[in-house]
C-alpha cells in the first residue's frame, strides 16, 4: 500500500487510459493540466491563505476527467468530484462545502507545493498525523439528504482495489467504463486500473445502449463492466447486447436492489454477473457474489478480503445472531475518514443498510433502515424532494414515496389531495431549475380522501398502502 501516487504519476505518460469510441488516450490532457497547476501553484484564494482547500474536478469530457483528477493528486492537491451536470443550487451547495475547510481542519497541513507530474512527493505520498493526503471527496447523499462529501485518501482506495484484485484472482483489472467519474462506482474503476497495472476504456452509455458498440481490444486479465440495474435491463432485450455482454469476465451489478425477474433473466441468457454490495463510504465495491455462483442460483455476496461484516440490532446496535436481520455494520481498509470537512471516529461504520448472514457467512442485503430511494442507482430522500415541491405553492399537503418499478428498481412517487388540482406541467418546469433530473418525481397520485392519524397527522403508513395497491 501507499504506492499509488508513484505509479499514477508514471502511467500518466502512458495510454492506459482511452476513449473506446475516438481511441484518444489521456497523455496530453494529463500534461496540459500538469503544466497549469504547476504554473499557478496558489490558484485560489482559500489555498492561497494556507487552508487544505480541494480543487474541484467538472470536466464534461471523461477523458479529461480522469486526466484532471489524478494530474491533481500526483500534483499534491485534494480534489472534490463534480458532477458536471450539477444544477446551480447543486453547485452552489457543493461550492459551500469545498471552502468550509477553511479555518476548520486544523490537524491538517496544507498541500506541498506543487510539483510537475513526473514527481510526485517523496515516498509516493505525504502523511500528516493520521491523515493521508492528498484527498479524494466523493459526493454522496449521507442519511440526511442533504449533498455530503465522503472523504478518501489514495490509500483507501489502493486497498479497495487491491481487495477485489485479490477476489477475482491477481490480475491486472481492466474496466470497460460505462459510469460517470464523480461517482465512486465510476472513479475506482480508474483507480482500479492505475493500482493493478489494468488499462481503462471510457465508452458513451447513450451511444452503447443504441446498439454504437465498438469492438473490445483483447487484454490479459480480460476486461471488467460495472452496471446498475437500469443499465442492465436497457441491454438485456438486445440479443447482440447480451451476446456483447458475455464477452466480458465479470459484470459487476449494483448501485440498486436488481428485481428477481431481471436476475432470472440475466442467468437465463448465462450473463457473468456478479452482484455487488458497496458505497461511497466504503470505496465501492465491497462484497460481492462471483459469477459463477450467480449462474448457479446461489444468494448471498462473500465480503472482500480488506472488510468484515456484522449485523447489529437496529435499537440496541448489539450483535445479532446467525440469520437474524438487522443493520449491516462494515470493518475495512477502504473505509472513508468522514463526511467533509469533519473526521469520523475511526473504527467501524454503522450503515443505514438492513441485511443478514447466513450461516456460510455470505450476506444478504435486504434494502434501507432509513427512508431513502434507491433509483436507477441513485440514493434520494424524500424530505428534499418534498420540500422543492412544497415550495412550489401548488400542493397543500405533499408525501414522496419510493414505489416498485421494473426498469428503475424504485420510481419517485409524489402523493397529494386530489383537490389541489395543480398543474403539473408548471410545476416539473420549476423542479428542474433545482432538482437534477434523477430526483424528479416520476409518478404522480392524487388522493381523493387524505388519510390522516387519530393526532390530525398525514397517515404516510396509509398512503404507502394506497401507492403500493395503484
Known sequence: MGTLLATAARRLTEPVVRSADTG????????????ELAATPQNDSAQAAGSPTPLAIASSDPLA???????ALVAGRD????????????????????????????????????RPVDSPPAGGRRSIGA?????????????GGVLRFATHTLDTLEAAAHAL??????????SLCLLPLHHIGGFQQLIRALATGGELLLADWHALAAGRRQPIPAVAGGWMLSLVPT??????????ACTWLRGFSMILLGGAPASAALLARARAERLPIAISYGASEFAAALA??????????????????????????????????????????????????????????????????????????HLHVVGRADAAINTGGEKVHPAEVEDALRATGAFTEIVVLGVPDPRWGESIAALFPSADAPDLTAVERT???????????????????????????????????LSAAT
Not at 65 to 71: D, G, L, P, R
Not at 131 to 143: H, K, M, N, Q
Not at 231 to 240: A, K, T
Not at 440 to 464: C, E
Open 24 to 35: 484518444a488516450d489521456w497523455r496530453e490532457p494529463a500534461a496540459r493540466f500538469a503544466a
Open 165 to 174: 484484485r485479490s477476489f477475482t484472482g491477481g490480475a491486472p483489472l481492466n
Open 288 to 361: 460481492v457474489q462471483p459469477p459463477a455462483a450467480f449462474l448457479a442460483g446461489d444468494t448471498g455476496l462473500r465480503p472482500l478480503p480488506h472488510a468484515t461484516v456484522h449485523i447489529l440490532d437496529p435499537d440496541t446496535a448489539t450483535p445479532l445472531a446467525v440469520g437474524e436481520l438487522g443493520r449491516i455494520e462494515v470493518s475495512a481498509t477502504s473505509l472513508f475518514l468522514g463526511y467533509w470537512p469533519e473526521l469520523r471516529t475511526p473504527g467501524p461504520f454503522l450503515t443505514e443498510d438492513l441485511g443478514r448472514i447466513d450461516a456460510t457467512g
Open 79 to 114: 480534489i472534490l468530484l463534480c458532477n458536471p451536470r450539477w444544477t446551480a443550487t447543486e453547485r452552489t451547495n457543493a461550492e459551500t462545502l469545498r471552502l468550509s475547510a477553511v479555518g476548520h481542519v486544523a490537524d491538517v497541513a496544507p498541500p506541498s507545493p506543487l
Open 131 to 143: 491523515v493521508s493526503t492528498p484527498r479524494i471527496l466523493v459526493a454522496t447523499g449521507g442519511t
Open 65 to 71: 476527467y480522469a486526466a484532471h483528477a489524478i494530474a
Open 231 to 240: 443499465q442492465l435491463q436497457r441491454l438485456i432485450d438486445d440479443p447482440s
Open 431 to 465: 423542479l428542474r431549475a433545482t432538482l437534477s433530473p434523477h430526483k424528479l418525481p416520476r409518478r404522480w397520485f392524487p388522493i381523493v380522501d387524505w388519510p390522516r392519524t387519530a393526532a390530525g397527522k398525514t397517515d404516510r403508513a396509509a398512503l404507502h398502502r
